[in-house]
């Protein structure tokens, strides 16, 4: 097992020891109010939010903390938890901020930002998330000074299937983004996604190349690309970025890193610029929507169902879930059946990611841990090494099989003991299950 990082971990924690205290209690006095209330303002400014931001967010808490409905209730503490998700959504950003790609094609997304930010992955990322929905995307780099900023790019634009331009590092850069954007109307690509140049710090340099960018492209989209791990810093660049260039919404990645989350719960609200998209990996695959109600879930401990069911959706071959269904009602289920399954779960990303979704597993340390890849790699090695006839009847694999099945996957006996013994777990809770579940366990 290997330590899997946790998006505002340090804050989920304190916020459920608050609530944790709350619940302990029969009616809620003032003074129980304003005790949990510091407590929250201490675990948000830990978290790197913005000072201005944690003092006008508590101050609202405390008002409708106060309230009749709170006070008066039989369940005081489900009512404080409710109304502190119901901030920390408006704190987020409300409602989900959709791309915008009206009008005549190409629609072009501009993407600015300091250098390090993860800028020309969030563009693949981005061009790859759009390919999905059905969009011809060309990526164009005009980054002439990182060196192999371009290769990079067009590496990436590659592996996601999409289109990519450039031109000579002696081209201006928004000579650059115009060509791509005639380079997309003559190859019939509906989005340019194009990728600028950072630099490590804010620059009249960086912000006026940035306007010529903006001025010869006409983005639909002006996009800040920051980093989650840079805190209230983040703030303070796309402020700059908003009052010189002038930015629709912001991408944020590393949202996955140990960082505290202050980003997250302050740009918004500062800027009053949306989060549209957050990544929270290393795949071209790990960029999303921004939800905030889902993302205040997930910081509550609430789980993130939602985004779970999209995730099994896009991933899950919708055949093999009903084939899988049949097997599940006549109570069949083999170690083919298992491998199959893992797969499948394997491409929705890492396990304790998955588990973070479900509501309620945030309390437990099974869900900010996550499987070793290599033990993946060995529950493979050893089903492949049995039989057919193994695989669809476990139940005969004796101790010279065990043997057999070990010296052929390159593991120990224990291994292939352990995995049996997994499966046989599985089966009988599958088996448990009523037809009603299975039914459900079915994809729509």
């Known amino acids: ?7 505002f971990e340090g804050l989920s924690a304190r916020l459920a020891g608050v609530f944790k205290r709350l619940r302990g209690k029969g009616k809620l006095s003032e003074k129980d109010v304003d005790e949990a209330l510091r407590e929250v303002r201490l675990s948000l400014l830990e978290a790197d939010v913005n000072f201005k931001v944690v ?3 508590v101050a609202v808490l405390k008002e409708k903390c106060l309230g ?3 006070l008066e209730s039989l369940t005081p503490a489900q009512q404080v938890i409710k109304i502190v998700n119901e901030e920390l959504v408006e704190l987020l950003g409300g ?7 009206s009008g005549n094609p190409p629609a072009v997304v501009a993407l600015f930002g300091l250098q390090g930010s993860g800028k020309t992955t969030a563009a693949a990322k ?3 998330l759009l390919k999905k929905s059905g969009r011809r995307v060309l990526l164009v780099s005009t980054d002439i000074y990182r060196p192999a900023a371009q290769k990079q790019l067009q590496v990436l634009a590659e592996r996601a299937g999409v289109g990519f331009f450039t031109m000579s590092a002696d081209t201006a850069p928004d000579v650059i983004a115009w060509k791509g954007i005639e380079k997309a109307v003559s190859s019939a690509q509906d989005v340019v996604i194009v990728d600028t140049a950072g630099r490590t710090q804010l620059d009249q340099a960086m912000m006026e190349e940035a306007r010529k960018i903006k001025q010869a492209t006409a983005p639909r989209e002006s996009m800040l690309v920051v980093d989650a791990m840079t805190g209230q810093e983040a703030c303070k660049v796309a ?6 260039v002038g930015i629709t919404g912001v991408i944020l990645t590393k949202i996955d890193s140990d960082a505290r989350g202050g980003a997250a719960l302050s740009i918004a609200k500062v800027t009053g610029r949306p989060v549209k998209f957050a990544s929270r990996g290393e795949k071209l695959e790990d960029l999303e929507v921004f939800h905030p109600d889902r993302m205040a879930s997930r910081i509550l401990g609430m789980g993130d169902v939602l985004t779970l069911i999209e995730k099994a959706e896009e991933t899950f071959d919708q055949k093999k879930a009903e084939e899988m269904e049949r097997k599940l009602r006549r109570k069949e289920f083999t ?3 298992f491998l199959d399954q893992m797969k499948e779960v394997k491409k929705m990303g890492s396990f304790g990611d998955i588990l973070k979704m479900v509501p309620g597993m945030g309390k437990f340390k099974l869900a900010d841990v996550d499987v070793d890849p290599k033990e993946w790699g060995r529950i493979e090695a050893v089903i492949k090494s049995m039989t057919p006839l193994e695989r669809r009847r476990p139940e005969i694999i004796d101790g010279s099989r065990k043997k057999r099945i070990a010296r052929g996957s390159g593991t120990q006996v224990q291994d292939v003991n352990r995995l049996v013994k997994q499966f046989f777990q599985a089966r009988r809770m599958l088996f448990a299950m009523s037809p009603e579940k299975i039914g459900k366990m079915r994809l729509p």
């Open 95 to 101: 409602k989900a901020k959709q791309i915008d790609l």
């Open 1 to 7: 097992m290997v330590r899997n990082k946790v998006e």
């Open 55 to 57: 003092k006008e967010f």
């Open 126 to 128: 981005l061009g790859l």
């Open 68 to 70: 009749a409905r709170v």
């Open 335 to 337: 170690l083919e059946d």
């Open 239 to 244: 402020e700059a970025f908003d009052r010189t």
